[in-house]
């Protein structure tokens, strides 16, 4: 599927494109999967699980950004394809979600924080998505640790300073330089 998505974009796609690339039957693929949407929900979420998890260990958030960073380079077209399929799309909103939630399980509201946690999570997220789109898109590509301190300066210093801060019961998440 990502192959195809690069190739053809998600919606040029046809389950016969995807037997034939997977070489599996027709009738086989619908045992496994309602319809692509189902097929792209899965690698989506898929996609987002295993970004949460690389990022779980690391005990501050510089370091999360960094691991994030590194997994992304490291897998550049699965990313990439992700980042054509749009956002209206069914799967998407579904890995959407899934990053919110880790998100949410990193972030409360700052007291006296005049924006809803709703609000600075989700321009986070858009922020981190956006940016980390533009980065795979330039011909001269940042290294994973340029755009670690980027994102970390950028994206992170800035919501902590104004709307967020890191959980309690987690080390210290605070990025340093």
């Known amino acids: 599927m990502i192959e195809l998505i690069l190739e053809k974009g998600y919606d040029g796609i ?62 550049e077209e699965l990313f990439r394809a992700a980042f054509s399929v749009r956002r209206s799309n069914p799967a998407a909103k579904v890995a959407w979600e899934r990053m919110g939630h880790f998100f949410l399980t990193q972030y409360e509201a700052r007291e ?30 940042y290294s994973p640790e340029e755009m670690a301190k980027i994102q970390t300066q950028l994206v992170f210093k800035v919501g902590e300073h104004v709307a967020l801060r890191p959980r309690s019961g987690r080390a210290d998440t605070r990025p340093r330089d």
Not at 28 to 37: A, I, P, V, W
Not at 119 to 138: E, P
């Open 14 to 75: 046809t389950i016969r494109d995807l037997t034939r690339r997977a070489d599996i039957g027709y009738a086989t693929f619908f045992r496994h999967y309602k319809n692509k949407d189902d097929l792209l929900e899965r690698v989506l979420v898929g996609m987002v699980e295993d970004l949460a998890e690389c990022l779980r260990p690391e005990p501050t958030i510089k370091d999360q950004v960094l691991a994030m960073c590194r997994h992304i380079d490291e897998r």
């Open 112 to 141: 006296k924080s005049e924006i809803p946690l709703a609000v600075s999570i989700n321009h986070m997220m858009q922020t981190v998505w956006d940016l980390t789109r533009w980065w795979l898109q330039q011909g001269e590509r």
